[in-house]
């Protein structure tokens, strides 16, 4: 169990489909108000835009220009938490509870100024801390957050996790709570394998690996934060009661991990592309020089694959990224390529999956990598690449065999 | 004419009609953008919500909560606009040029704190200078403001027109130009009178008279600030070709002021409720408190009639407001007369209308009141109230005597 220090903040965060019609609104705040008459005075509500809304807001600066400068992008899909923030607070006026909404530059979510994809910088709790004397519960946009020169950015698709995490860490806040519209995390994604179950505990470390490998549950920054500075998270749904089951997402004790699952989870990404540069020049740092250009395009690389073809004295290079990098990755690699010669080739596959198996318990049971591989073979998956971690082993087939691959290694470690 | 000093700014503001649509605003950007390109480098570009959408905020807050607070009210409804100026911007960058989007709190669009009804104090065009140093051209959220704690405010319904007009004094622009879906502004409503022409010249004294009575072209705060700062209006539609027939509201010269005509338009307000409170005690200063407590409720009172009851020495008052304002003007005055005893009644009264003829000419010819009044009489219309000033004569009548009305002070007034 987790240890709930009574005095501490608690920052609960309700995602878009718990906030995704005024009934529900109204639901939730008549949750937050029960909460609060029974004690929990020091709450901080963050909301999502209401489901469907960022979406819709997304298609319109799309429709109007889809080479839209990241900066007038940011101002219009940021536009949906604002909506459900005010309606959040209304609602908990309502239900007779004074509250103030917060748009991030209201309460001074600073972050850096890369639009679409920023990172919190500094959260300035003041305006809480007095909400909370007076009596008023605060509700705070989450995915939103502004730069020092009051520019609005955005934290990225499912930003409003990183959001109330974040604020949880700023106010000390004793954990945060994550309502969404799932009961926690599943060993496996249920609609892809049936017998996944709830995880009712799980280390940071396993949450981390699970959200960045594509458990769609958590955005992995969220996490990340959550971890780094020891924040636990609790992942539960919006429309159960509160003595329903949940994920409890903390650091356990050395003893606990000890006796940690060898695989706690099976995830499936099948956003993945995998990008091939063939015929680069055996250079010093050459490849470097790749993989900084593409950090600095903001794009995430996975997984990387590199060899040298001994006899032509070239090197091929082949990594994954997420499918909706493609594009900029394309244009930018594109252009270097011709900078580089004739020769060289930059290709992009797709049509992969990734499945990956995840758990603290492999730290300490060698050889589930030699098992994952048998699991594969035995079903007929061919593996394209493989990665692997202390705590994870990741490998990437053919989007048509993903599902059988999931189903198979989590029969093979979890259901055994 | 107008003179345009070539190197002053122009505002240019686009209503929701103007906006209404991903095309519309594709095509607002064509045309500003072309004008861009022939030498109008300093012009700011000021929006409101896409149509509809203001409406849509309304529903969805009040449908959470009809007793919002006024704070979170704001917060919700100004949303509309945050999408609208960012889908311009994007528009902007789509015809090749820069074009940065600007929220109230970005530019310091101070307000005071009047939540629903704010009125700015200040502007800061240090930003707007620096897009013009940098070839970008500024799009401007209209409708919102901030107060000085950073919390959003409202400037009332239409109220971008108002941001527009504030711009261009704090610009000390040319003139600011209303982009909207009419031509300009009419001797009368064209649906109510088939004869209305297009006013090409108004002097600032008539076009806030009709704003005020009615007139749904212009807001009459905008019409204000232009008179008080002598900022040129153009009324102009949106979907109309640049030398199109416009209205050109300004301050005409002494000798062009006495050639104005007796009568510019007609006006017809159905937003009139008539408020009663009878059997008030005749007491020193109590009248003054009702006032004062309308007002400290921002209501706006318009037409006052007060009747002293000489045998039984108690008053009797009698005054409109607008038809918004009626539940809470109702709920404060009635509690404020159960505090002043049983015979004391606050009655209010629908179904009425305010017709109203104004025109500068009214100044040097007397005996247009009595000519109302026969024309009135003439057509069979009953006045219930009345109310003068040099410049304008209006009438309270049954709301379905109004359009006849209308048409008759028109015919006689104006078509003459």
Redesign the interface.
């Known amino acids: 169990m987790y240890h709930l220090v009574q005095d501490k903040p608690v920052v609960q965060k309700y995602g878009g489909t718990s906030v995704g019609s005024?009934e529900r609104?109204?639901n939730v705040a008549r949750r937050v108000a029960e909460q609060h008459k029974q004690g929990l005075k020091k709450v901080a509500i963050v909301v999502s835009a209401m489901s469907g809304e960022t979406n819709r807001?997304v298609d319109?600066?799309s429709?109007?220009?889809p080479?839209?400068?990241l900066?007038?992008?940011d101002?219009?899909v940021?536009?949906?938490e604002?909506?459900a923030?005010?309606?959040m607070?209304?609602?908990l006026?309502?239900e007779g509870v004074a509250?103030?909404?917060f748009?991030a530059?209201?309460l001074g979510i600073v972050t850096d100024s890369l639009h679409s994809k920023a990172r919190i910088r500094d959260i300035d709790c003041t305006k809480l801390y007095k909400c909370w004397e007076e009596g008023i519960i605060p509700v705070v946009a989450g995915f939103q957050g502004v730069t020092e020169d009051?520019?609005?950015t955005t934290l990225g698709r499912g930003g409003s996790d990183t959001s109330a995490v974040a604020l949880a860490v700023a106010l000390d806040a004793g954990f945060c709570e994550i309502n969404t519209d799932v009961d926690g995390v599943y060993t496996a994604d249920p609609r892809v394998v049936p017998q996944a179950k709830l995880v009712e505990e799980m280390d940071f470390e396993v949450a981390l690996e699970m959200a960045s490998l594509g458990s769609k549950v958590l955005h992995s920054r969220c996490v990340e934060l959550g971890a780094k500075y020891q924040m636990p998270i609790i992942v539960r749904s919006t429309f159960q009661p509160n003595d329903h089951q949940r994920t409890r997402i903390m650091s356990f004790q050395a003893q606990r991990r000890l006796e940690a699952p060898v695989v706690s989870g099976v995830t499936l990404d099948r956003n993945v592309v995998r990008m091939s540069l063939t015929h680069l020049p055996s250079k010093p740092g050459l490849i470097a020089t790749v993989f900084d250009k593409i950090a600095k395009s903001g794009v995430n690389v996975d997984i990387i694959v590199h060899n040298k073809h001994e006899e032509s004295d070239s090197v091929r290079l082949g990594f994954t990224i997420g499918a909706a990098d493609l594009v900029r990755t394309q244009d930018m690699l594109q252009r270097w390529c011709e900078e580089l010669g004739p020769q060289v080739k930059c290709t992009a596959e797709r049509g992969l999956a990734k499945v990956s198996v995840v758990g603290l318990g492999m730290q300490s049971h060698p050889g589930v990598a030699s098992q994952v591989f048998t699991v594969l073979e035995k079903e007929g998956v061919a593996i394209h690449m493989i990665s692997t971690s202390e705590i994870k082993i990741s490998s990437v087939v053919a989007e048509a065999d993903a599902e059988k691959a999931s189903r198979a290694l989590h029969a093979a470690f979890i259901e055994e």
């Open positions: 005024l609104i109204q807001l319109l600066v429709g109007i220009n080479h839209a400068s900066r007038n992008y101002m219009a940021s536009a949906g604002q909506v923030v005010a309606l607070a209304a609602a006026e309502k509250s103030y909404g748009l530059y209201q009051m520019e609005i």
